[in-house]
């Protein structure tokens, strides 16, 4: 199975800036997503890394270090509405036939800005 | 609208008592999967099927059961519901592709007495 740990909450004020660390242990590694969700919604996607680097889009960028099994999620210019749960999820790429497979998801980071 | 769809949104039922939630997607999607969320514990993935015919398990499976008989739908199925299974369940599909991420559905929220 995996074994993926973040922050259990952390706090910020408008317009800063906020990183979202997430790590985890794989037997067998095919991509790293994060989600976020307000309360009482369903989870949405924000980014996806598969390969070590970092990937940009907008306000939020994600990062990931295969070999440290790490990635973080870095909010930028933080508005009232990013408060949410920030869900980090590993996917295992060994279910039958599939590339997909299962989704590990971590236990969510709950983020409160503060104006 | 590109959308999946859960029904019931809020289901009270009694321990024993045979169920079904049903899931339904309108875009094609190959992939599908069930979750449920629980306090301090996260979303925990039940059962997932990467196309029709074809499902497997996930992290707690146990006391579910699932079908995938066309693309569309993904029912989930709890034969005799117990309090443990109280909990806020989510489906979600997606392409089925690896780089393809999973679209959630509203969530139904269940309580077993």
């Known amino acids: 199975g995996q074994n993926i740990d973040q922050p259990t909450e952390m706090t910020a004020t408008e317009g800063a800036i906020v990183q979202i660390n997430c790590t985890y242990q794989?037997?067998?590694?095919?991509?790293l997503f994060w989600y976020q969700q307000h309360a009482g919604e369903a989870p949405t996607f924000l980014s996806y890394?598969?390969?070590?680097g970092l990937e940009e889009k907008g306000r939020f960028s994600s990062f990931l270090s295969r070999s440290k099994g790490y990635s973080y999620l870095l909010l930028k210019e933080l508005q009232m509405k990013d408060s949410a749960s920030y869900l980090c999820?590993?996917?295992?790429?060994?279910?039958?036939?599939?590339?997909?497979?299962?989704?590990?998801f971590g236990r969510g980071t709950q983020l409160t800005v503060w104006p | 609208e590109a959308q999946v769809t859960q029904n019931p949104r809020y289901l009270i039922t009694v321990t024993g008592k045979k169920l079904t939630v049903t899931c339904s997607q309108n875009?094609?999607?190959?992939?599908m999967s069930w979750y449920r969320q629980d306090p301090g514990l996260g979303l925990r993935q039940i059962y997932y099927?990467?196309?029709?015919?074809?499902?497997d398990k996930g992290d707690v499976p146990e006391g579910y059961k699932v079908s995938r008989k066309e693309k569309r739908n993904f029912p989930l199925i709890l034969e005799s519901p117990s309090p443990n299974q109280t909990s806020l369940y989510f489906c979600?599909?997606?392409?089925?592709?690896?780089?393809?991420?999973?679209?959630f559905g509203p969530g139904t929220r269940l309580l077993v007495l």
């Open positions: 979600a599909s997606g392409k089925g592709g690896f780089q393809e991420t999973q679209y």
């Open positions: 794989t037997s067998g590694f095919n991509g």
């Open positions: 890394n598969v390969l070590d």
């Open positions: 999820a590993v996917r295992d790429g060994r279910g039958r036939g599939s590339t997909l497979g299962r989704l590990y």
């Open positions: 875009m094609n999607h190959e992939y």
């Open positions: 099927s990467m196309n029709v015919e074809v499902t």
